[in-house]
């Protein structure tokens, strides 16, 4: 709201946003996280199509990369 006069509305000085970084060992859980995701996706890509099943290797290997893909953006 604004106006004209001593009383008008005068926006006061705000301190210059901080950027937000996650702790390291945060990171290093998301580091391990993801990279048992990636041992678990090799090893179930591998069976399956050891077991004579590349529809569901195929889909092993989409559905980690969305995961790798989501956690990248």
Do not use: Y
């Not at 290093?28 to 199509?49: D, F, P």
Request: aromatic letters at 6%; proline letters at 5%; glycine letters at 10%.
């Amino acid at each position: 709201m604004t106006g004209f006069g001593e009383g008008a509305f005068v926006p006061q000085e705000l301190d210059p946003p901080r950027a937000a970084h996650a702790s390291s060992s945060i990171n290093w859980l998301v580091a391990t996280l993801m990279l048992a995701i990636l041992i678990a996706a090799i090893a179930g890509v591998v069976v399956a199509l050891s077991s004579g099943m590349p529809t569901l290797a195929i889909l092993i290997a989409l559905v980690t990369g969305a995961v790798f893909a989501g956690q990248a953006c």
